[in-house]
């Protein structure tokens, strides 16, 4: 019989819980809403968190399976210099348009502040396929570089904003 390697269980769960944390839990919370119970309500709306947990372990399961390790990937450093290159370039938008800049100018510079966004995380997606040997744990794995860059680059921005006036 044939059997499959471990870290195959735990990409293809991996890749599950991504799906169905992002396209059945919010329906499955939305619809709860009209439940006359607790009960339902409150399983409903666990079923979000509790399917990015399990997508989260999962993935980085897979990853120790296959003796990488998350910080150790490239892609991961990559996707969060990509994020902060991008997120550069939209601040310099903002500049130019303050200063009353071209409008031409202002759109050439966001596409290739998304273009340099979906590059990269084509690239990481690449490499996150020759290394790991699986397309649904690449997947995963860069949807998850992508979130961790995000949250990061998110942090660092809320962190290096000046305090409000009272």
Do not use: D
Not at 85 to 99: D, E, F, H, P, S
Request: glycine share 4%; aromatic share 10%; proline share 4%.
């Amino acid at each position: 019989m044939f059997r499959q390697p471990p870290f195959h269980r735990y990409s293809v769960t991996a890749a599950l819980s991504l799906v169905f944390s992002v396209t059945v839990a919010p329906y499955v919370a939305f619809v709860s809403i009209n439940s006359s119970s607790a009960l339902p309500r409150a399983l409903a709306f666990l079923s979000g968190p509790v399917t990015i947990v399990v997508w989260i372990v999962a993935t980085v399961r897979a990853l120790h399976v296959l003796g990488l390790g998350y910080w150790s990937l490239t892609s991961t450093y990559v996707s969060l210099l990509s994020e902060v290159v991008a997120i550069g370039l939209i601040c310099l938008v903002v500049v130019l348009q303050a200063n009353g800049s071209h409008s031409e100018l202002n759109i050439t510079v966001l596409y290739v502040a998304g273009l340099v966004a979906l590059g990269s995380q084509c690239w990481c997606c690449w490499y996150n396929w020759t290394k790991s040997g699986s397309v649904s744990l690449a997947f995963s794995v860069t949807v998850l570089q992508i979130t961790t860059s995000s949250l990061i680059v998110l942090l660092l921005m809320l962190r290096s904003r000046p305090p409000r006036e009272v």
